[in-house]
């Protein structure tokens, strides 16, 4: 219990102070932004560079994990988009990003953080990996919303290759994790001048995060379409994890650590990249931003009553 309320309580300390930051005017939304681009750009990078440049992806050979995973992430992504149709009658745009929202999780600033806090430094291998997938489910919906476009010019195909890849590219965190996967594949080590210097700034980066992450919520407008944010949060808190835990559990199995690290990710709320995707392509913006406030809310409640359901497993 000491272990999870230890865990847990900062986490949501830290989203809760950036909230009342934002409320109280501490904080305008530039000063939001501003945060917010110092932990994407600068901050998170190099914490994510310096974790995988000395991880060992192969030898850990958990890619069964990543798999199952992902088979998990795609069923929900289906599910939620088919049922946005059906439910509320989406278009194709708003299906993409009602099945992306039930699916992606907060794996950056939540997920990883609290498995840091409830597994040490082993905790934030699991997390790593999953980041990988953030490239496929990116590629992915930047593809179909491109898609959705549908203005009939040729090379439509193209320019969403284009776009997708402009994205990766340009994508702080991707890039990182891509980067140090590749540098400790090639066998070298880091200085320990980089490496020190990486771990002092990194260390900035998931409590700020959070702080942002709360006065983000702060300033977010969650007025209309609730009905397609409440299904959002739903499959996000409910149906993610559980799906989660029984593909890995029964499907594909692996060790129960992985199995645990995989449901606590997957329990997380609604990742900020959503809300980033619909700004970008104005489609379900707000419904976007009502499942990131709403899911953010209740996975105090819902995480921390999971944590008690199923605790930590020994290393």
Not at 16 to 29: C, I, N, T, W, Y
Not at 176 to 199: A, M, R, W, Y
Not at 215 to 225: D, P, V
Not at 232 to 248: D, I, N, Q, S, Y
Request: proline share 5%.
């Amino acid at each position: 219990m000491s272990t999870i309320l230890l865990a847990v309580i900062p986490l949501f300390t830290a989203i809760v102070a950036g909230f009342l930051a934002g409320k109280g005017k501490m904080l305008d939304e530039t000063a939001v932004r501003g945060l917010n681009r110092f932990v994407f750009t600068f901050a998170m990078p190099p914490m994510l560079f310096r974790l995988m440049a000395t991880t060992d992806v192969i030898a850990i050979g958990e890619w069964r994990f990543v798999a199952g995973y992902f088979y998990a992430e795609a069923l929900i992504f289906l599910a939620g988009a088919v049922l946005g149709g059906l439910l509320f009658k989406q278009k194709f745009a708003a299906m993409t990003m009602q099945g992306f929202g039930g699916s992606f999780s907060n794996g950056v600033l939540i997920a990883l953080p609290l498995l840091i806090g409830l597994y040490g430094p082993e905790g934030a291998v699991p997390a790593v990996l999953l980041f990988t997938l953030d490239v496929v489910l990116f590629s992915l919906v930047t593809m179909l919303l491109e898609a959705s476009r549908g203005d009939g010019k040729s090379g439509g195909g193209l320019r969403a290759v284009r776009t997708t890849g402009r994205a990766m590219a340009s994508n702080p965190i991707l890039m990182s994790t891509l980067l140090g996967i590749l540098f400790g594949l090639s066998g070298l080590q880091l200085p320990e001048l980089v490496d020190k210097t990486f771990g002092f700034i990194g260390q900035a980066g998931p409590p700020a995060a959070l702080f942002g992450l709360g006065a983000t919520l702060a300033h977010r407008r969650i007025q209309g379409s609730l009905g397609a944010a409440g299904m959002m949060a739903g499959f996000k808190l409910f149906l993610h994890p559980a799906l989660t835990f029984a593909v890995l559990a029964f499907l594909v199995p692996v060790e129960p650590f992985w199995i645990h690290a995989a449901v606590i990710f997957a329990a997380c709320p609604v990742g900020a990249n959503v809300y980033v995707f619909a700004q970008h392509y104005q489609v379900s913006v707000t419904a976007a931003s009502a499942a990131i406030f709403f899911s953010t809310a209740l996975s105090m409640v819902t995480i921390t009553t999971l944590l008690l359901l199923y605790p930590p497993v020994p290393l």
